[in-house]
């Protein structure tokens, strides 16, 4: 389907979670943030609802998310349920990493096709102040583990000053020998990201370039969004680079978002979008639902404004809370 701008939608975020085991300092703060009640999250039937009527209007790629998506129970069989909608062509999964090695057999059995796995440092010390836990061997087992099954396989690492500025070349050379990419994410000023000091994927670049030689763009498609790919020689794995702020891609925003309480979510950077809660409470059906999410989609704003002023609509919540 498209949008009221004549975008494309055709992918979703579903966040299964507003909890986590980590603490990332860019994402929580220290002390986490007060969970939503159980019973205010969706129940993994209704999330398939919701899948069911959108995949009605043309979405065809899910992406699980959280929180942390692997501290839902029942995470694998959802992923079986949402396999088995019709047009839902592929499900994907964001995770911090620390629960795969344990979780990834059933998630594999139930056809999950790929997974990206959030890690923004291999030194242990670093790991231990940037999530304030000490769970990093997890997931660099996690890393190899999705590799040998096979599933396609992305790094995320978002480059901070603070933490990670000076490690950028040895996250790259994780794609050095083996299959998988991994990419550097810009750090969003949204809740505790406001207070760290973001490097640009310019400079990342020219970081990496001192380290390996100049880069050659990669023109193929990998996956489900706005990353810019890059070879490098001798790498098995490809670069990707997401710049939401330096290269703001909103006119080719693909997506909507499902946080964990039910509230479609229209711009990452707003708060505009429509709770499906009630509706699926009361009965609502496919059709009605669809209808309502059509809807709400023609509304979906133009572009964030990260740069710009505070204004009413901005969303407050916690990149936890919203899924990423
Ligand atoms: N817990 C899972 C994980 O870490 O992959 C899934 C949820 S997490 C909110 C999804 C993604 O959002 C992670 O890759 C994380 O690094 C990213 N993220 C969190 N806060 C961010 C921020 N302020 N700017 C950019 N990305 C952010
Ligand atoms: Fe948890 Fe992911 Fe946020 Fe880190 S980025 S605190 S792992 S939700």
Redesign the pocket.
């Known amino acids: 389907m498209t949008d009221g701008k004549g975008r494309i939608i055709d992918y979703i975020r579903v966040s299964l979670t507003d909890r ?1 085991n ?1 603490r ?1 300092v ?2 929580m703060p220290a002390q986490g943030v007060e969970p939503e009640p159980y019973e205010n999250l969706l129940t993994l039937e209704e999330i398939t609802r919701v899948c069911a009527a959108a995949a009605r209007l043309g979405i065809s790629k899910v992406k699980l ?5 692997l501290v839902r129970k029942g995470c694998a069989a959802l992923v079986g349920m949402l396999k088995a909608i019709p047009g839902i062509r592929e499900v994907t999964m ?3 990493g620390v629960l795969l090695p344990r979780e990834l057999p059933a998630l594999v059995e139930n056809g999950l096709d790929a997974v ?3 890690l ?1 440092t291999l030194d242990p010390e670093t790991f231990r102040t940037l999530t304030r836990c000490s769970m990093e061997e997890d997931v660099r087992k996690a890393i190899r583990r999705a590799v040998e099954a096979g599933i396609r396989v992305k790094v ?1 690492a ?1 480059p901070i000053e603070e933490y990670n500025g000076q490690s950028l070349g040895e996250l790259a050379a994780l794609a050095k020998d083996q299959p998988l990419d991994v990419r550097f ?9 406001k207070h760290l000091t973001p490097i640009g994927n310019e400079e990342v670049r020219r970081r990496l370039e001192a380290d390996y030689g100049p880069m050659t763009p990669w023109e193929g498609k990998r996956g489900n969004g706005p990353a810019v790919y890059y070879s490098l020689p001798g790498f098995t794995g490809k670069l990707g680079f997401i710049s939401a702020i330096s290269h703001e891609f909103c006119g080719e925003c693909n997506r909507v978002r499902l946080t964990s309480t039910g509230f479609l979510k229209l711009c990452l950077h707003y708060n505009d979008g429509i709770p499906l809660r009630e509706l699926l409470r009361t009965g609502a059906g496919e059709e009605e639902l669809a209808g309502v999410i059509q809807e709400a989609i023609q509304k979906k704003p133009l572009h964030h404004n990260f740069g710009g002023c505070e204004t009413p609509d901005m969303d407050h919540h916690t ?2 809370q ?3």
Do not use: Q, R, V
């Open positions: 986590c980590l990332c860019y994402c998310t959280g929180g942390e998506p964001t995770t911090n990206n796995i959030s923004d995320n978002i994410i810009e750090l969003m000023p949204i809740g505790e990201g990149m936890s919203i899924g990423g």
